[in-house]
């Protein structure tokens, strides 16, 4: 999307930031804040917008989005953290509609398994 979440927000990108030229943050409502791009020809759009963790879980910022009708950019999965003495870099790659599709399926197949303990039992067994 990319979505990120930090110790304080829920960030979800809805364009990409390489379109503007400045940005400016503005609360919303409920503790959402807005960030609006503004464009070298002139006009402005939200680029992103930051749920406080406190209220929104990633379901309802999600949901949020959808009711209000805007669309999610792209996805990013985080491949690999490098971290340095002094940078911590994250190496992502583009979720494509299929990468996503299968990582779902990943992600339930592995609920499943939890459910029925069958992967898991030698965790379990001391």
């Known amino acids: 999307m990319p979505v990120d979440i930090t110790a ?3 960030r979800i990108r809805v364009a990409n930031p390489s379109k503007f030229i400045r940005l400016r943050v503005k609360t919303i ?3 959402i804040r807005a ?7 002139g006009g402005s759009e ?9 209220r929104y879980t990633l379901a309802k910022a999600k949901a949020w989005i959808k ?3 805007y669309i999610v950019h792209e996805s990013w ?3 690999d953290i490098l971290i340095g003495e002094d ?7 583009l979720i494509t509609p ?3 599709a299968r990582i779902t399926e990943l992600e339930f197949n592995i609920v499943e398994d939890i459910k029925k303990k069958e992967t898991w039992e030698w965790l379990l067994s001391g």
């Open 46 to 54: 939200i680029q992103s917008f930051l749920f406080p963790r406190s």
């Open 8 to 10: 304080n927000y829920v």
């Open 77 to 79: 999965l985080v491949t």
């Open 87 to 93: 940078y911590l870099e994250f190496q992502e790659s």
């Open 98 to 100: 299929e990468i996503e």
């Open 67 to 69: 009711s209000h009708n």
């Open 29 to 31: 409502g409920k503790g």
């Open 35 to 41: 960030i609006f791009g503004f464009k070298k020809g």
